[in-house]
Nanobody, 115 residues
């Protein structure tokens, strides 16, 4: 079982940067994939970024070039770095881990980008 807790959300001005943290209460060292999704107002949940254990990274079209993912396996933490934020990036950001064929999700962190 993996429990995920996001932090670092908040209010930021357009053009600014933000780093979200996902604290995995269980180990993520054997995860097949990890990453972030988001749900913006009026839209379905969409991909932000996902990285597989073999190092392949997939980006959401709306954020490509503005996001990066990193991890600290020893601490069981992954990070989402976002730059050049836009008002349309406003939404709830969810941490995601796939392990042993199961998907785990955090409760989400609100990100609000003001114009």
């Amino acid at each position: 079982q993996v429990q995920l807790v996001e932090s670092g959300g908040g209010l930021v001005q357009a053009g600014g940067s933000l780093r979200l943290t996902c604290d995995a209460k269980g180990s993520i060292s054997l995860a097949n994939a990890m990453g972030w999704y988001r749900q913006t107002p009026g839209k379905q949940r969409e991909l932000v970024i996902v990285m597989t254990k073999d190092g392949r990274t997939t980006y959401g079209d709306a954020v490509k070039g503005r996001v990066a993912i990193s991890e600290d396996p020893a601490k069981g933490v992954q990070y989402l770095q976002m730059t050049d934020l836009k008002p349309e990036d406003t939404g709830v950001y969810y941490c995601y881990v796939e392990k042993y064929g199961d998907e785990f999700w955090g409760q989400g962190a609100q990100v609000t980008v003001s114009s």
